[in-house]
């Protein structure tokens, strides 16, 4: 009997241990990983805002993808997206507030790692602008 205690126990915190490490980290669907593929690019990504982030990648006039939800307060996230020839727009919707951003194009080059922080103070960045979504 003491057997099978234990076996519920380890099965309880073997499930335990994959909901939390799929809850902080990112939900990505498998075809848009590029782990493998020679033209990526990486977005490493720093939430410094005090609420968890959307965040999706979205190439001028061609795909969307979705980076997933990082937590605020410091948390981080990387993820790697399949390149086009083509700028990014980062969009970030804020989980609490319902509040959307759009990022000013980037331009990538395959294996580049694109750097994006989300700070405090979102308005005041100068990189992100507020907009209104209907």
Known sequence: MRWRSNAWFFAFLALGLAACSR???LLIDDDLLAEEEPDS?????TNDNFYDARIHAQYDGGHRYSLG???GN????????????RPIIFEI???ISGAVYLSHPVQALPGD???VRLP???EASGFFRR????
């Not at 690019?41 to 990504?45: F, M, R």
């Not at 948390?75 to 390149?83: D, F, G, L, N, Y």
């Not at 907009?131 to 209907?134: D, L, N, Y």
């Open 113 to 115: 790692i694109i750097e």
């Open 23 to 25: 809850a902080t980290g």
């Open 93 to 95: 919707m804020f989980i």
């Open 41 to 45: 690019v990486t977005v490493a990504i």
């Open 69 to 71: 939800t990082v937590a």
């Open 131 to 134: 907009v209104r979504r209907g």
């Open 120 to 122: 405090p103070n979102i």
């Open 74 to 85: 410091g948390q981080q996230a990387e993820v790697m997206i399949r390149w086009e020839p």
